[in-house]
């Protein structure tokens, strides 16, 4: 069992950065690999980024690549999403999940553990 808690969304202008983590208990942080999901009002929930931890890999969706950097501390059983040059089309509720998958990490359907969400609002 892991237990995921998000935090560090808020409201930010277009072209602001936020940074989002993700807090880890139970199981070994590390035994999973990690993802953040977003949902907007009315759309369904959609990746965002994955890492791979064993294989030192990240994935990104299109639409941030470039922009938002998925990263983690072994340490602190955290992750993070460094989110850059924000737009109002990244405004959702943002998600952290954990699979024992190794393959199709941007599947949100082949994550067993979710957190709560935080809230990121981007204004224009």
């Known amino acids: 069992q892991v237990y995921l808690v998000e935090s560090g969304g808020g409201l930010v202008q277009a072209v602001g950065s936020l940074r989002l983590s993700c807090a880890a208990s139970g199981r070994a942080f590390s035994s999973y690999n990690m993802g953040w999901f977003r949902q907007a009002p009315g759309k369904e929930r959609e990746f965002v980024a994955a890492i791979w931890w064993i294989a030192g890999s990240t994935y990104y969706a299109d639409s941030v690549k470039g922009r938002f950097t998925i990263s983690g501390d072994s340490a602190k059983n955290t992750l993070y999403l460094q989110m850059n040059s924000l737009k109002p089309e990244d405004t959702a509720v943002y998600y952290c999940?954990?699979?024992?998958?190794?393959?199709?990490?941007?599947?949100?359907?082949?994550?067993?553990?979710w957190g709560q969400g935080t809230q990121v609002t981007v204004s224009s």
């Open positions: 999940a954990a699979t024992a998958a190794t393959y199709y990490l941007e599947r949100a359907s082949g994550y067993d553990y």
